[in-house]
């Protein structure tokens, strides 16, 4: 299985500020099965990126995805305050689909 | 509008069987693949299990291979997981998800959401 690692755990910033969030991947994937959604409390996640940098439809073009093989990064240019929340990367590989373990954008 | 909604949910206890439903509207059902994704309380997200187009293909996690069976009826718009021999780790929101390809594997990602239903496994 892959395993997929999100850094750092919490990022703290101020609405404004940019985000950067990483994602890497315990062995090479593919980036066309590559994807980010990001969860509010009581909510269902939401499809942010889709094929590591294609936005989803209706998602601000503040947000944007790149990277290939083992490290992927989702970029927030300009944080608005309904952009705090948990981000979550996801890939397929090996016959089954994995989830990173979660970045919290806090207000700082 | 797309909307999936989940039922089924409940307190069970361990070992016990509980059987999900999920009833899709807004979209063409049988041109998707659809899957199962769990989060424990105050956790991450897990996929459980896909289903394609057509039901020719399944997968599952391997933490439930075996104890759970995903299936599908076109003809209702519905999914389902089955869900025997549960264990207190099986606790979690059960969400519902569409595909955004015909194959539960090697797709773009999943592009809608239910808002769950919960499972609980206690005695």
């Known amino acids: 299985e892959i395993v997929l690692t999100q850094s750092p755990g919490t990022l703290s910033l101020s609405p404004g500020e940019r985000a950067t969030l990483s994602c890497r991947a315990s062995q090479s994937v593919s980036s066309s099965y590559l994807a980010w959604y990001q969860q509010k409390p009581g909510q269902a996640p939401r499809l942010l990126i889709y094929g590591a940098s294609s936005r989803a439809t209706g998602i601000p073009d503040r947000f944007s995805g790149s990277g290939s093989g083992t490290d992927f990064t989702l970029t927030i240019s300009r944080l608005e305050p309904e952009d705090f929340a948990v981000y979550y990367c996801q890939q397929y590989g090996s016959s089954s689909w994995t989830f990173g373990q979660g970045t919290k954008v806090e207000i700082k | 509008e797309v909307q999936l909604v989940e039922s089924g949910g409940g307190l069970v206890q361990p070992g016990r069987s509980l059987r999900l439903s999920c009833a899709a509207s807004g979209f063409t059902f049988d041109d998707y693949a659809m899957h199962w994704v769990r989060q424990a309380p105050g956790k991450g997200l897990e996929w459980v299990s896909g289903?394609?187009?057509?039901?020719?293909?399944?997968g599952y996690a391997d933490s439930v291979k075996g104890r759970f069976t995903i299936s599908r009826d076109n003809a209702k718009n519905s999914l389902y997981l089955q869900m025997n021999s549960l264990r207190a780790e099986d606790t979690a929101l059960y969400y519902c998800a569409k595909d955004m390809g015909s194959s539960w594997r090697s797709s773009p990602g999943f592009d809608y959401w239910g808002q769950g239903t919960l499972v609980t496994v206690s005695s």
């Open positions: 289903i394609s187009w057509n039901s020719g293909s399944i």
